[in-house]
C-alpha cells in the first residue's frame, strides 16, 4: 500500500481534496429534496433547511468508480490509502481553522476545547446546503468506495479464489451506506445534527476516521487467501453473520425510525403497533416504550452486532486485524452512551431519573 510511485503518491494525497470538490460539486448541482429540518437556526431561531441528495451523489460516484472514469483502476484508492489519510487529515486541519476562526465562543472558553468540539453547531452556504450534512455524504461515500477498492485489490491477487467473505463485508458496508442515505432525513433528528458542533473531532471524523479507518480489516486480511470452508461450515460462516448483521440493523434502523416518527408525529403508532409511551419532562417527551423500552441507548446495541458480523464474515477469527473496528464500535460508544446518560440527567432531570428506572439497562439488556 505504500509502493506508489512519486507522482501517484502526491494523486493519493491530494485525492481526499480532490474528491471532496467533486463530490460537493454533485451535491449543489443535482436535484435534491428540499425539508425542514429538526434544529433552529442559533441566530434567527427558525428551522433549518436541507438539501438532501446523497443517494443519487452516492449512486453516482459509485458508477465512476465501476466504470473506471478518468482511467483510475478499481483498486487504486485502497493502494493508495496512507497517503490518502495523510491528505484527508490535512484537509481536516485547514477546514477547521477555517470554521473555528469564524464561530463564537459560546461553547467553552478555552481555546483548544473550541478547536476539538467546535464553537458553530451549524454552517450553511448558498440555499439550503448545510455543511456538516455534506460532511456524511463525502464520509459515507468514500467509505463504501474504499471498502469496494480493497475487494478490487483482494480479487487482483486471488482471482476466483478470493475469500467470500470479504466480498460480504464489502456488501454489508455497501448495505450499510446505502441505507444511511435512503433513510438521509432521518438524520437530521439524530444526536449528531441536533447537538454535535462543527470542530475537528467531527471534520476529522467525516473526512478521515470514517471513511479510512472503519475499514482498517481490510489493510490485513486483503493480503490473507481464503479460509476455504466447505459445506455447512460455509453456510454457518457466511450466512450466521449476515443474520446477525441484519439483527443488528434492525435494532439500529428500527430504533432511530422510531424516534424519528416520534418526534415529527408523537401521537402515530410506530409501523402500526408500538403503541408511543412518553414520560413528561417540562415541554419535552422521553419514549420509553417500544425499542426504547429495551435499552437507554438499544440503537448501539444494534451498531456493536453490524460491527461483530462484519469481523465474523471475514472468516479470519485469529487475526487481530479484523477485530479492530469492533473494538473501537465498543469504545466508542460505551464513552458515547455516559457522555449522553449525563447530558440527558441535565436536560431532562427528575424525567430521565424515572427513565433509567424503568428502562434499567443501558445498551445490552439483562447485561449492561
Known sequence: MLSLSLPEA???????TLIFLMLLA?????PAWRVTGYVRDEASNELLKYRLNGLLVFAIAVLVWWFEVGGIPRDWLFRATFYSIAGSSVLAVVLTAILVAGGSTKQSAKKGASVWAGRVLNKSYFEHLDFKMYL?????????????????YHWELYGFNSNVGLFLYAGMWLFFVTDYFCFERVQLYT???IHERL?????????TVYPYLYVIPLWGVTHFPSP????SIAILTYG????L???????????NLQKYTFKRWPERKFLGVMEPEAIASANRLILCSGFWGVSRHVNYLGEFLIALAMALVLGHFLSFWVWIYPIFIVGLFVHRQRTDDVFCAEKYGVAWDEYCKRTPYRIIPGIY
Open 245 to 255: 448483521f441484519l439483527f443488528g440493523w434492525t435494532l439500529s434502523r428500527g430504533s
Open 10 to 16: 502526491i494523486l493519493a494525497f491530494f485525492a481526499p
Open 26 to 30: 454533485m451535491h449543489i448541482v443535482l
Open 191 to 193: 444526536y449528531d445534527i
Open 136 to 152: 456524511y455524504i463525502f464520509g459515507g461515500t468514500v467509505l463504501a468506495l474504499n471498502a469496494l477498492s480493497g475487494v478490487a
Open 199 to 207: 470542530g475537528f473531532k467531527l471534520i476529522w471524523g467525516c473526512l
Open 228 to 231: 476455504e470452508f466447505k459445506g
Open 240 to 243: 450466521g453473520p449476515i443474520l
